[in-house]
């Protein structure tokens, strides 16, 4: 496969399963009927947000790459939308905020560099997190209520980031890219 590299840069693949994610369900259900923060909530998202970093290859060759290898998704269960640019709108609502969850010491995936390396040639950085996309209705204390979700502090709020293992990161009104990098240096500011 010819390449054309480009400069370093960062790209974003948004993955998210092509049927109903049972486990964004479930939350969904916890956290309208048991979490106050959850009271607006019109519906909650859960997708693999995957940062790639280093001289990539244009946006069709990206994809291309990412669509070949099952270290990044399945294209038989899951979609991919690939954010190459920050100007790039991400695959979320508008309105909605973002939490986006990483396991501390291992949002790195050390296995789909080495793939990476391997078909082109080139090393790059691989790191994953979870996003929970929540949209509420119409409630002008969105931000507070997705802080309140955010975080598990007790049984009666928080319930997508577990903080004795996960760091966490909300998003303002726009996602930035790159995210999960920022992610490492300060897990409590906002997007």
């Known amino acids: 496969m010819g390449t054309t590299r480009q400069r370093k840069r960062s790209a974003q693949a948004w993955v998210e ?3 109903r994610d049972p486990e964004a369900v479930s939350a969904f259900g916890v956290a309208r ?3 106050p923060g959850g009271r607006a909530l019109s519906d909650l998202r859960r997708l693999r947000c995957i940062e790639l970093r280093g001289a990539l290859p244009g946006r069709e060759e ?30 979320i609502p508008a309105g909605a905020r973002v939490v986006l969850v990483t396991e501390r010491g ?35 204390k ?39 990098e920022a992610a490492d240096s300060d897990p409590t500011e906002g997007g």
């Open 17 to 19: 399963l092509n049927t």
């Open 33 to 35: 009927a048991q979490l």
């Open 62 to 91: 990206t994809a291309e790459l990412l669509h070949r290898s099952s270290q990044f998704y399945n294209p038989h269960k899951e979609r991919c939308t690939l954010r190459f640019e920050p100007s790039d709108p991400a695959p």
């Open 106 to 140: 291992a949002e790195s995936r050390p296995a789909a560099e080495r793939w990476w390396l391997h078909e082109t040639g080139e090393k790059i950085e691989v790191r994953e997190g979870v996003a929970w996309v929540l949209s509420f209705d119409g409630s002008s």
């Open 142 to 180: 969105a931000v507070e209520a997705a802080a309140d979700l955010a975080v598990l502090h007790d049984r009666g709020h928080g319930l997508l980031c577990n903080p004795h293992s996960q760091d966490h990161r909300l998003s303002d009104h726009a996602v930035p890219l790159p995210w999960i």
